[in-house]
T-cell receptor
């Protein structure tokens, strides 16, 4: 069974802390994505990566950075957490094989609360 | 610019009744179309997808969707809902040559007993 795992289901941090969210996929997918989900706003893309050591900004990259040192792992970093970053964070991956047509596979999500 | 619209933020349906969730997209060519479901506190699970061919596609959990090019729509249907279908449903659109998906804002389905 294919899997995308995220390091924590729930996380509580204090304002100003550095926060790491880890995502690992076992499907040998080239593409990985970090989304933020807030009520009424759907999924908003923070960053994505098409290859190791490669990253692209999504729609809302401010306040976030990412790291992709290995193909299977994509980390989201909040350099200095703020209360407005309290949200659900979803990681996804997809293959670049043309026949799968961009289907994305999701992890269970990390609900982050910043106090 | 490409966009996806799910016009209903919430829908309430009685258990056993039929369901239709609407999705409209804006894109010049035929897109790749997806419906995902998110149960409370969970990640997203693929319900069904359309790439080409037969415009009526069957998915998991008894769901189906129909691609209508003339209406730029990909509505999700189920003939009889169960209490376990209560969840949030997301429509997404992909395009050739672009690995990203464009997401609708989601529709929350509430089931009345």
């Amino acid at each position: 069974d294919v899997k995308v795992t995220q390091s924590s289901r729930y996380l509580v941090k204090r304002t100003g802390e550095k926060v790491f969210l880890e995502c690992v996929q076992d499907m040998d997918h080239e593409n990985m994505f970090w989304y933020r989900q807030d009520p009424g706003l759907g999924l908003r893309l923070i960053y994505f990566s098409y290859d190791v050591k490669m990253k692209e900004k999504g729609d809302i990259p401010e306040g976030y950075s990412v790291s992709r040192e290995k193909k299977e792992r994509f980390s989201l970093i909040l350099e200095s957490a703020s209360t407005n970053q309290t949200s659900m964070y979803l990681c996804a991956s997809s293959s670049q094989r043309e026949e799968v047509n961009n289907e994305q596979f999701f992890g269970p999500g990390t609900r982050l609360t910043v106090l | 610019a490409q966009s996806v619209t799910q016009p209903d933020i919430h829908i309430t349906v009685s258990e056993g009744a039929s369901l239709e969730l609407r999705c409209n997209y804006s894109y010049g060519a035929t897109p790749y179309l997806f419906w995902y479901v998110q149960s409370p506190g969970q990640g997203l699970q693929l319900l069904l997808k359309y790439f080409s061919g037969d415009t009526l596609v069957q998915g998991i959990k008894g769901f189906e969707a129909e691609f209508k090019r003339s209406q730029s729509s990909f509505n999700l249907r189920k003939p009889s809902v169960h209490w376990s279908d209560a969840a949030e449903y997301f429509c997404a659109v992909g395009t050739w040559g672009n690995y990203q998906l464009i997401w609708g804002a989601g529709t929350k389905l509430i089931i009345k007993p």
